[in-house]
């Protein structure tokens, strides 16, 4: 059976078999004897998306990954970064440093700012995720329309990415056909952190799933 690691742009947790371009983590969220998640959602505001190979290490999914044994942290999987930044992750400094870098530059200039550290970007991020419990706001066609590539909103329950002025209706397994915003029934609702939709609009560009190419 999959286990529940596999995160949607909400930043909710299913149980889905395809894994997806990258992993990352909130902590340790899981009982590795049983394999299956704590009610905690996250035990650390630094939400980060990681590669799935770094260094030839290895990992057992929702094991005992710790130094002493412990269950160090838990594996999530996303579609595409796409798919983590709306969740509210950013890059991890470790395994996607230069990444990471690009992130943390595009996020403090969105800001207004000239650096920000990485608990000052995961402060900001934890007080903007749909998963932290943040009620969502509504946008206007105007403010859909300025949305930059790589930006999620919701319709009616379902996500849908930003693509060259057009949505991409998004599932585990990858994009739909792109749809013309003005032809599909409102409201919007923004999904990715305004901080990271900053970051965005600056120029950070993020790597989406192949389903996404026209």
Known sequence: MPLQNRADPFGALHAIAARGLFTGNRGVIHDPETKTLLARRWTTRAWIVCECTFKD????????????????????????E????????????????????????????GAGRGRLSAPEIDSRLHRQRRASGIPSFALRMAQVDDLPDGAMVEVDGSAFAVHDGRLLPWDFGGYGAARDPRKVAGPFLLITPPSTVSA??????????ATARP
């Open 57 to 80: 290490r290895r990992r057992a999914v929702m094991g005992r990954n710790g130094r002493s044994g412990g269950p160090g942290w838990t594996e999530l999987f996303f579609l595409d």
């Open 82 to 109: 796409v798919t983590a930044l709306a969740a509210g992750h950013r890059p991890c400094f470790l395994c996607r440093r230069e990444r990471a870098l690009s992130f943390a530059r595009f996020f403090a200039q």
């Open 200 to 209: 965005l609009r600056c120029g950070y560009a993020p790597i989406w799933h």
